[in-house]
């Protein structure tokens, strides 16, 4: 699950909308939406900022990485 190069849009947001709903994160999952912002240069500002979210919740404590 290395990034979502040539996924749908729609496969970024279930993700997002699936971690944010559990309250944590997997190492793996972190990885998937770090390689896709890093190495993704076609995904929209809406994934970009969807992604965002996820990485903003896990640093102000409202989502836990877990293994």
């Excluded at 190069?5 to 309250?23: C, E, F, M, P, W």
């Amino acid at each position: 699950m290395r990034g979502f190069q040539g996924k749908s849009n729609s496969a970024i947001k279930h993700l997002v909308d699936q971690i944010i709903a559990s309250g944590q994160m997997t190492r793996s999952q972190h990885l998937s939406l770090t390689s896709t912002l890093l190495a993704e240069k076609k995904i929209t500002d809406e994934d970009r900022n969807q992604i965002n979210r996820v990485f903003d919740y896990v640093q102000s404590g409202r989502l836990k990485l877990i293994d």
